[in-house]
Nanobody, 124 residues
Framework: QVQLVESGGGLVQAGGSLRLSCAAS????????MGWFRQAPGKEREFVAR????????NYADSVKGRFTISRDNVKNTMLLQMNSLKPEDTAVYYC?????????????????WGQGTQVTVSS
């Protein structure tokens, strides 16, 4: 099985930046589709970004496109989410997720492995 651990969450003012990391272990990391999701209080878990295992194809939710950047380092088995120009509506628990398949859907159900989540709070 794959184990995922997020880190880097915290409190930041609107307009600021934050970098989240996801450390993976347990299986071959480089072949997995990796994604970031977030869940705000009272709302469903929503897609943020994903990156393919080999080709490096990335996709972003419209709400974060142009502000967030997803990347991965397959040597270090680490995935990053660089978040710039943060807004109060970005406040949520952010989750790292992984799938052995290339996932086309943005639905969380297609991801098999999840981290514990890290809190991101953006103040106005």
């Amino acid at each position: 099985q794959v184990q995922l651990v997020e880190s880097g969450g915290g409190l930041v003012q609107a307009g600021g930046s934050l970098r989240l990391s996801c450390a993976a272990s347990g299986r071959t990391f480089s072949s997995y589709t990796m994604g970031w999701f977030r869940q705000a209080p009272g709302k469903e878990r929503e897609f943020v970004a994903r990156i393919s295992g080999s080709s490096g194809i990335t996709n972003y939710a419209d709400s974060v496109k142009g502000r967030f950047t997803i990347s991965r380092d397959n040597v270090k088995n680490t995935m990053l989410l660089q978040m710039n120009s943060l807004k109060p509506e970005d406040t949520a628990v952010y989750y790292c997720a992984a799938s052995p398949r290339w996932v086309l859907s943005t639905a969380p159900v297609w991801y098999d492995y999840w981290g514990q989540g890290t809190q991101v709070t953006v103040s106005s």
